[in-house]
């Protein structure tokens, strides 16, 4: 999750940003009526060889954006139902 970004980006400065050679996929969340960032995003990487977390982490603090790991709700319910048999 990352927060603290700027009206003007996009998903591409997102990737850019990142650095690393393999992003699975990106989200900028979008102000439907002004067409402009909200300060949120996510942005979800496949590490290669040699690319360390922290490096990552690093460049976008660098930029003045927070970085925190997505954690996933156990408590969320799911819209499938569990089998009767």
Partial sequence: MLSGL???HQ????????GVKHVIST??????????CKGT???QIRLNEGEEPEAIRQRYVNQ???VQ??????????SFTSPIF
């Avoid at 998903?11 to 990142?18: F, G, P, S, T």
């Avoid at 989200?27 to 402009?36: A, F, I, S, Y």
């Avoid at 997505?70 to 799911?78: A, C, D, E, M």
């Fill in 6 to 8: 700027k009206e003007t």
């Fill in 11 to 18: 998903k591409d400065d997102i990737k850019r940003i990142a």
């Fill in 27 to 36: 989200e900028v969340d979008l102000d439907n009526v002004k067409g402009v």
């Fill in 41 to 43: 995003g996510r942005i």
């Fill in 64 to 66: 003045g954006i927070v």
């Fill in 69 to 78: 790991a997505f954690k996933n709700n156990p408590q969320k319910t799911s």
